[in-house]
Structure formats: structure tokens, C-alpha cells
């Protein structure tokens, strides 16, 4: 199973490991001596803990009024919270949604940055034939509710910034750059593409539906589906490092071999979340 991954120095681990050490004979003694009172210390730390470990800037994000039903009505399967929470989004952050769809993550990434900060949907021009529709202009604002989202559109090999990022976002889409709709999209172009529009310390976060591993790219266009593997491979290539990955939408019960749209799957697919991050030098 995946799991969260932080990196730390070794003067905060090992200040870690000597508080986990302490903390526990320290609340043992205080249970001997007060159990009443060591009870209500547990409890109100654990009670903390919980309640801050989601910022408020994001809680606020998830819980603006503005955001349509049919966006809230998803929040119990992608979590926005808690994934939000693990990518670090912070008030003032310049955000690219890359292929935003209808707008889910754009909506809640607006309201998480605050007016300080951005959020760029890039629509790639290749999407147009494959929707059947026209895409938002270039420049405009594409959800009046949330002013501080803007359109770019653009081929995708193309992708750019006006203003450096802190962020590059792309969830669900990453597999759909390597099939014929999006020909002729070069990855490796694409991903250094990112690294250069990022603040050095920027992140990249993917999240996409897993396929099975060591498949590679062999369920892209049939499944919709990519091992994460490739991801992980494509991206470091550009130069990215990877700084942690995440479980928050893991489902063990997806025996990943049934299409994405498979009644019996959607909405509940075994996904992945991977954090890059650009080094500072």
C-alpha cells in the first residue's frame, strides 16, 4: 500500500523519535498520578490535532457556498480536504489547473489561494474536437463566482505560464497525453514544460487512476488507466524530484483491469497522488 512520505533533516527526525520516546512515559506518570486530568490533556491534544489538520484556507475552500451541488456531492470520494491538505496549497499560491474539466479542482484551488492568488485553467486546443464543443477563451474567466481564475488556452505541447507558479495541478488527465486525441503530445516536452512555468520549489502534483503495475502505458486508451511507475519516470526525467505520494484515494477493492466508465468502478477507481517537487538549485 502507499503510503504518505515526508522528508525531514536528521536533527528533526531525531528530535522526532526523542519526543515519541519522552511523550509516552511523560502521559503514563500524569495517568498514575491524575487520571482524570491526564485523560482531559490525551483527549484535548487528540481533539486539536484533529481539528488542525486541515487549514482553514482549505476547510473554507471546501465549504464555500458558491461551489455547485454536483461538486459537493463528489467531495465524499475525492476528498478535497485531505488531498488539498497533503499537497500544501497556501493563501497567495499562483496556481495552473492543466485540463481542468468542469471545473471540480479549479473551484476549490480558487477560494484555497485567496484573492492574492491565481488559478490558470489551461484548456489544450486538442480538446475542442475530442468534446465536441469550443473551449473558454483565452483570458476569460470561466466560473463568475471565482474571479481569480483565468483561461489559457493553447496547443498542449505548448504550455506556459505569464507568471512563475507555485504550483502545477493535473488530476485524472495525465494518461489522456499519451493517447491519439492529444497526438502529437510529447511528455517529455509537456513535463519540462511545467518544470520551467514553476517557481524553483514549485510542485507538481498527478493524480490519475492506477493501472496494474509494470503495465506501463498499455492502458492509456483502453482502460484510462497508467501505472504510476511511468509517471514517476517521465516526470524525474524533466528534472522533478519526488517528494511524496499519498494513499488518500487508494481503494485495494479496484482489481484495476475494468474501464475507468465501468459502472461497477466509476467514481471509487484506485488512484494515485504523487508530489514533485522542481529543487531550488
Request: contains cysteine; neutral net charge; proline residues 8%.
Amino acid at each position: 500500500m502507499r503510503s504518505n512520505k515526508v522528508e525531514t533533516s536528521t536533527n528533526e527526525t531525531n528530535a522526532i523519535e526523542a519526543y515519541g520516546r519522552v511523550l509516552p512515559r511523560v502521559l503514563l506518570k500524569m495517568r498514575a498520578l491524575f487520571p482524570i486530568a491526564a485523560a482531559f490533556v490525551i483527549f484535548g491534544c487528540a481533539t486539536t490535532l484533529a481539528q488542525g489538520a486541515v487549514p482553514s484556507n482549505i476547510a473554507n475552500a471546501v465549504a464555500d457556498q458558491n461551489r455547485p451541488d454536483e461538486d459537493r456531492q463528489r467531495d465524499a470520494d475525492r476528498k478535497p480536504a485531505e488531498v488539498l491538505t497533503f499537497v500544501g496549497i497556501k493563501n497567495g499560491d499562483q496556481v495552473a489547473d492543466f485540463i481542468p474539466g468542469t471545473g471540480y479542482f479549479s473551484r476549490i484551488l480558487s477560494s484555497a489561494v485567496g484573492p492574492q492568488g491565481h488559478v490558470y485553467g489551461f484548456f489544450p486546443s486538442e480538446l475542442a474536437n475530442f468534446i465536441k464543443r469550443p473551449l473558454p477563451p483565452n483570458g476569460s474567466t470561466p466560473y463568475p463566482e471565482f474571479k481569480n481564475v483565468s483561461v489559457i488556452a493553447a496547443p498542449v505541447n505548448d504550455f506556459a505560464a505569464p507568471e512563475p507558479l507555485d504550483l502545477v495541478w493535473i488530476s485524472l488527465n495525465y494518461h489522456d497525453l499519451h493517447d491519439p486525441f492529444f497526438a502529437p503530445a510529447d511528455l517529455a516536452k509537456i513535463n519540462k514544460a511545467v518544470f520551467t512555468a514553476l517557481k524553483p520549489g514549485g510542485r507538481y502534483i498527478v493524480i490519475d487512476h492506477a493501472a496494474a503495475a509494470g503495465s506501463g502505458l498499455r492502458d492509456t486508451n483502453t482502460l484510462h488507466r497508467i501505472d504510476e511507475a511511468s509517471v514517476k519516470s517521465e516526470v524525474e526525467a524533466a528534472g522533478f524530484r519526488l517528494e511524496g505520494e499519498s494513499d488518500l484515494l487508494h481503494n485495494a477493492g479496484d482489481p484495476r483491469t475494468a474501464n475507468v466508465k465501468d459502472p461497477t468502478i466509476r467514481g471509487k477507481t484506485d488512484q494515485f497522488i504523487l508530489k514533485f517537487r522542481k529543487p531550488k538549485r
